[in-house]
T-cell receptor, first 113, second 113 residues
Framework: DAEITQSPRHKITETGRQVTLACHQT?????MFWYRQDLGHGLRLIHY???????NKGEVSDGYSVSRSNTEDLPLTLESAASSQTSVYFC????????????FGPGTRLLVL | AQKVTQAQTEISVVEKEDVTLDCVYE???????LFWYKQPPSGELVFLIR??????QNEISGRYSWNFQKSTSSFNFTITASQVVDSAVYFC??????????FGKGTRLSVIA
């Protein structure tokens, strides 16, 4: 069955370290998204991509970067982790047209000490 | 700009009661899509429904029903005869144009046995 996976599921890191969260989908979806979820803020968009080599900034992109070298993967990199980036991160994907439903991965819980 | 407001932060009901979760949206587009997602205590985000702006028919799926009213820019979600398993955070979301999903901040529903 097609799916969307995230790894690792849990991560503890130290302030200043570079961290990469992986997202992999097997639906062959063009669109991929990264969100963070924090209490009181709901889901906020970090970065998104509408296809290979395409990336766009979302609402809370500072301190994060993404690259899209193939259809299946959109890794999220925290260049220099900060305690404010402690959060739950969700990856999502959807088909090529904007009415398509976004399906979410299981989430990655990141703790920055 | 698109915006989704879920004014109810938390709701608590006794099992078997009916409960309605409110969602009000803002968009200048005439074509748009509305979504509801459920996030149970386990943390994953589960897609519940998608509705386009041209279809104002109410939708019923078992104990779940949705009321879409363009006149009031609302897309409310009702659970009939609530059960403990309905306890979750529920998110309403909007997508229009070529923009990613915009989420409300969510409503935490607690169903007490």
């Amino acid at each position: 069955d097609a799916e969307i996976t995230q790894s690792p599921r849990h991560k503890i890191t130290e302030t200043g370290r570079q961290v990469t969260l992986a997202c992999h989908q097997t639906w062959n979806h063009n669109n991929m998204f990264w969100y963070r979820q924090d209490l009181g803020h709901g889901l906020r968009l970090i970065h998104y991509s509408y296809g290979v080599q395409d990336t766009n900034k979302g609402e809370v992109s500072d301190g994060y970067s993404v690259s899209r070298s193939n259809t299946e993967d959109l890794p999220l990199t925290l260049e220099s982790a900060a305690s404010s980036q402690t959060s739950v991160y969700f990856c999502a994907s959807s088909g090529g047209t904007y009415q398509e439903t976004q399906y979410f991965g299981p989430g990655t819980r990141l703790l920055v000490l | 700009a698109q915006k989704v407001t879920q004014a109810q932060t938390e709701i608590s009901v006794v099992e078997k009661e009916d409960v309605t979760l409110d969602c009000v949206y803002e968009t200048r587009d005439t074509t748009y899509y509305l979504f509801w997602y459920k996030q149970p205590p386990s943390g994953e985000l589960v897609f519940l429904i998608r509705r386009n702006s041209f279809d104002e028919q109410n939708e019923i799926s078992g104990r779940y029903s949705w009321n879409f009213q363009k006149s009031t820019s609302s897309f409310n979600f009702t659970i009939t005869a609530s059960q403990v398993v309905d306890s979750a955070v529920y998110f309403c979301a909007l997508r229009s144009g070529n923009t990613p999903l915009v989420f409300g901040k969510g409503t935490r529903l607690s169903v007490i046995a």
